[in-house]
């Protein structure tokens, strides 16, 4: 009896491994996407990071455009969603804000002119592509270049490699080379994207800001030597303030998208709110299955 379990356990065991080799069972591997959080005191500051291992083929760049184009050949490109909406619809594990934008119309809140809201059509500051469509031309200082290999470059492009797939450009670069090199000095809620010397990890910042006994928030010099000290070798800023947002598929199992962070729109409103502000669009990680990755 002990003799025929142990041969049904080989041939079992025997019969998982070729499934595995076929692609048709996953072998378990811990994820590409790590976050972690950093609270300081002196100031105050609340730091959200993700690292993600570029050189893990399930891991899927994407720029994801908030809505669809609301004029045609018009000059607004989109409408207005929040990254947590835009996440959700794309199926992204994780995600912050990307570009600049400007709203086409405002909304009266409590006395004040808001652009911010849901629906609202936009069109971005920047070059913004999303799959190999170029949406946005208008020219960048610096910007984050994903090519179709899923290879990613942070600089200053006078013209987009050939092969570009997914961009975001950028007011400012913030690291290059190993440098710091911004120079703007507002405090305020940041968000910022990088790689390594090696180009083989990407990290994602977010920084909360606004509220002087939580998050005071950070200038750029100071965002610039966060990403250094996260091992960036190039880093870029993309749009902050109120737009600063992360978030993120904490719990596969309930495929919920969660906000990491507290985002600061609505501060300057008379009663204190912490509220997602919607955007032109999103820059995330797709995790691809056991499937799309089999050779």
Not at 108 to 130: E, H
Not at 222 to 237: F, K, N, P, S, T
Request: charged share 25%; net charge neutral; with cysteine.
């Amino acid at each position: 009896m002990k003799r025929f379990f142990e041969c049904g356990l080989f041939f079992l065991l025997a019969g998982l491994l070729a499934q595995m080799a076929r692609g048709e069972v996953p072998a378990s591997q811990p994820s590409p996407i790590q976050y972690h959080q950093e609270i300081r005191s002196n100031p105050p500051l609340h730091l959200h990071v993700v690292t993600v291992d570029l050189s893990d083929p399930r891991v899927e760049l994407k720029v994801a455009r908030a809505g669809a184009d609301p004029d045609g050949d018009g000059p607004w490109q989109t409408t207005l969603q929040t990254v947590r909406t835009i996440a959700t619809r794309d199926k992204l594990d994780v995600a912050v804000n990307g570009n600049y934008f400007i709203g086409k119309d405002a909304m009266n809140v409590l006395g004040q002119k808001v652009p911010y809201f849901t629906g609202n059509w936009a069109m971005a500051n920047g070059l913004a592509m999303s799959d190999g469509v170029l949406w946005s031309k208008e020219a960048s200082r610096a910007a984050i270049v994903v090519d179709a290999k899923g290879g990613v470059s942070i600089g200053r492009f006078g013209k987009l490699p050939a092969d570009a797939r997914q961009v975001i450009g950028s007011a400012e670069l913030l690291v290059s080379e190993g440098k710091p090199i911004s120079k703007f000095q507002d405090i305020a809620p940041r968000t910022s994207v990088g790689i390594d010397r090696d180009k083989k990890r990407l990290t994602m910042l977010v920084i909360d800001g606004r509220r002087d006994d939580y998050s005071v928030g950070v200038n750029g010099p100071q965002l610039a030597q966060e990403m250094i000290r996260l091992g960036c070798w190039d880093a870029i800023v993309f749009d902050g303030g109120g737009s600063s947002t992360m978030v993120m598929l904490v719990d596969p199992s309930d495929q919920k998208i969660r906000l990491m962070n507290n985002p600061s729109d609505g501060h300057d409103l008379p009663i204190s709110l912490s509220v997602e502000r919607p955007v032109v669009d999103a820059f995330g990680v797709k995790l691809k299955t056991a499937a799309t990755t089999k050779p």
